[in-house]
């Protein structure tokens, strides 16, 4: 489905439009991503900011990476569904969670990170691109 995305979580009182295509899908098996994704991977298409309309209050939590950025989990407050991540490292990205977008959306993640943190049991799609740690750096953006 091309953009605009639509997105809404559980509960209904956050919701989104996006009006871009993401710059990179990707599937991150890092450990916080772990904790919020109860065991599992978070799946994640990163849009440029200013593409992103987001209606609702978000609460959300912050931690230091190994990088030594600054990452910020959002989510909503009242059922908590995962929005969105974004890092101070790119301030101009948001990362949303597939889970958040509605059904329909047609995006894949395209590139497995942190895949050394998975746990034994974990199946990644051979078809993915695989990193051990950090990804690459985000491609810019079409003009
Ligand atoms: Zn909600
Ligand atoms: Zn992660």
Redesign the pocket.
Same mark, same amino acid.
């Given at each position: 489905m091309p953009a605009p995305y639509t997105a809404r979580c559980t509960c209904g009182a956050v919701t989104a439009t996006i009006d871009a295509e993401p710059v990179t899908t990707r599937q @991150?098996w @890092?450990r916080? @991503?772990q904790q919020i994704a109860a065991g599992g991977p978070?799946n994640n298409a990163m849009f440029p900011a200013d593409a992103i309309d987001i209606v609702g209050e978000r609460a959300e939590s912050s931690y230091t990476a190994a990088s030594g950025n600054t990452l910020t989990h959002e989510f909503c407050p009242r059922c908590g569904t995962h929005v969105l991540g974004r890092s101070s490292a790119r301030p101009q990205f948001r990362t949303i969670r597939l889970g958040f977008l509605d059904e329909g959306h047609g995006l894949s993640p395209a590139i497995a990170i942190?895949t050394e943190e998975a746990p034994e049991w974990a199946v990644i799609d051979p078809a993915m691109e695989q990193r051990p740690q950090q990804p690459p750096p985000a491609s810019p953006p079409p003009e």
């Open positions: @991150c @890092c916080q @991503c978070t942190w």
